[in-house]
């Protein structure tokens, strides 16, 4: 495995639901920490400063640290767990997966249990089980062992799943690619810009709590005051059968990252998105922009853009596969794409570049 290989590998396999993103910082922290001046917000946020050739303006690159997950909401007396949902999660997706609780005494493995074939009537094999209906099997036989193993209520639990480079060599398959593929582009690109000069100040945040209502974008980007953002995140790709594309826009894995020209949270600056387009146009960048107004969800950027007077803001995202799933698909050239875009970009980044996006 390369370095991009390594560093990602570590990202998504570290724990960080919302609220708990403990060890995902940790990681981050340890790689930011020789690049810049570390600071906090009081969610839990990572700051990192880099100042260039001029301290002003204040670019700022975002990439939230939390994953969707769950919590132990209750332990039944025969020993299942029931729990919470900690963001958007698609029930289909959960029945017999993996999962890991975060104990104070250490990690508990269980499995989100599903009733076998045999034990099924007709109708019960049609039908969505909900997963207000679901419970986790740690493998213990009364509520005695589940508290004999460290298990209580409000505990994290975290899907589990493996970081895997996949048979190409240049797709890889993981969890939290949404948004540890965002915090590895910030990594990569603040280890690049060490030799690089850029007229500007950097700030690579690393937020909490995005997936649950963009709460650590809303407190970090107080503390950052930046002039222009840059969000960088895992976006839905549509290249699969039955994604429903007949007569719209297919965002393909490899075909380069996605800049946003449209979402439902926010409409990016124009000068800023035009920015970036004019930098892959003259360097051979491949791009996907996106403007499809089905997309649900939002991201950091919708808290960012309103900061203050307003913030130009722009959403840099890479395409993947199965995003919010213990299963998610990225491809190698989209993230060395976006690299050297965001690198592009803050190079440009000038102070006559930023006013220029507010001079109205
Ligand atoms: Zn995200």
Same mark, same amino acid.
């Given at each position: 495995?390369?370095?991009?290989?390594?560093?990602?590998?570590?990202?998504?396999?570290?724990?960080?639901? /919302?609220?708990?993103?403990?060890?995902?910082?940790?990681?981050?922290?340890?790689?930011?920490?020789?690049?810049?001046? $570390?600071?906090?917000?009081?969610?839990? /946020?990572?700051?990192?400063?880099?100042?260039?050739?001029?301290?002003? *303006?204040?670019?700022?690159?975002?990439?939230? =640290? !939390?994953? %969707?997950?769950?919590?132990?909401?209750?332990?039944?007396?025969?020993?299942?767990?029931?729990?919470?949902?900690?963001?958007?999660?698609? !029930?289909?997706?959960?029945?017999?997966?993996?999962?890991?609780?975060?104990?104070?005494?250490?990690?508990?493995?269980?499995? %989100?249990?599903? &009733?076998? *074939?045999?034990?099924? /009537?007709?109708?019960?094999?049609?039908?969505?089980?909900?997963?207000?209906?679901?419970?986790?099997? %740690?493998?213990?036989?009364?509520?005695?062992?589940?508290e004999k193993a460290g298990v209580g209520v409000a505990d994290p639990i975290l899907p589990t799943s493996g970081f895997t480079i996949l048979a190409n060599g240049r797709t890889y398959l993981a969890k939290a690619f #949404?948004?540890?593929?965002?915090?590895?582009?910030? $990594?990569?690109?603040?280890?690049?810009?060490?030799?690089?000069?850029?007229?500007?100040?950097?700030?690579?945040?690393?937020?909490?709590?995005?997936?649950?209502?963009?709460?650590?974008a809303t407190t970090s980007v107080k503390v950052v005051d930046p002039d222009v953002a840059i969000v960088l995140e895992g976006t839905a790709a549509n290249d699969m059968p039955g994604a429903g594309n007949e007569g719209?826009?297919?965002?393909?894995?490899? +075909?380069? *990252?996605?800049?946003?020209?449209? @979402?439902?949270?926010? $409409?990016?600056?124009?000068?800023?998105?035009?920015?970036?387009? !004019? %930098?892959? &146009?003259?360097?051979? $960048? *491949?791009?996907?922009? @996106?403007? !499809?107004?089905?997309?649900r969800g939002g991201t950091d950027g919708a808290a960012i853009h309103l900061h203050g007077s307003g913030v130009p803001t722009v959403v840099l995202s890479l395409p993947v596969r199965y995003v919010h799933s213990h299963? +998610?698909? =990225?491809? @190698?050239?989209?993230? #060395?794409?976006?690299?050297?875009?965001?690198?592009?970009?803050? @190079?440009?980044?000038?102070?006559?570049?930023?006013?220029?996006?507010?001079?109205?």
């Amino acid at each position: 495995m390369d370095d991009v290989e390594v560093l990602l590998k570590e990202l998504t396999e570290a724990s960080g639901i /919302s609220g708990h993103e403990t060890e995902v910082r940790r990681l981050v922290q340890n790689h930011l920490g020789p690049l810049g001046e $570390i600071s906090h917000d009081k969610l839990g /946020s990572v700051i990192c400063r880099k100042c260039g050739e001029k301290s002003e *303006p204040k670019i700022m690159i975002a990439a939230h =640290m !939390d994953e %969707i997950g769950f919590v132990v909401s209750h332990v039944t007396k025969e020993g299942f767990l029931r729990f919470a949902a900690l963001g958007g999660w698609w !029930d289909q997706v959960l029945l017999a997966q993996r999962v890991t609780i975060k104990t104070t005494q250490g990690d508990v493995v269980g499995t %989100i249990g599903a &009733k076998p *074939p045999h034990l099924l /009537s007709d109708e019960e094999r049609r039908k969505l089980v909900e997963k207000n209906d679901m419970y986790i099997d %740690i493998g213990a036989t009364s509520r005695e062992e589940v508290e004999k193993a460290g298990v209580g209520v409000a505990d994290p639990i975290l899907p589990t799943s493996g970081f895997t480079i996949l048979a190409n060599g240049r797709t890889y398959l993981a969890k939290a690619f #949404d948004d540890r593929a965002g915090c590895a582009l910030a $990594i990569t690109t603040m280890k690049r810009m060490v030799s690089i000069s850029h007229p500007n100040t950097l700030f690579a945040v690393a937020t909490v709590q995005e997936e649950v209502g963009l709460r650590g974008a809303t407190t970090s980007v107080k503390v950052v005051d930046p002039d222009v953002a840059i969000v960088l995140e895992g976006t839905a790709a549509n290249d699969m059968p039955g994604a429903g594309n007949e007569g719209h826009q297919v965002l393909k894995l490899g +075909a380069g *990252p996605v800049v946003t020209f449209y @979402r439902q949270d926010m $409409i990016p600056n124009h000068q800023l998105r035009s920015l970036l387009i !004019d %930098i892959a &146009k003259r360097e051979g $960048i *491949p791009v996907q922009i @996106r403007a !499809d107004g089905r997309v649900r969800g939002g991201t950091d950027g919708a808290a960012i853009h309103l900061h203050g007077s307003g913030v130009p803001t722009v959403v840099l995202s890479l395409p993947v596969r199965y995003v919010h799933s213990h299963g +998610a698909i =990225m491809h @190698r050239d989209d993230f #060395d794409a976006a690299v050297e875009l965001l690198i592009g970009a803050i @190079r440009e980044l000038d102070q006559k570049a930023v006013t220029g996006m507010t001079a109205w």
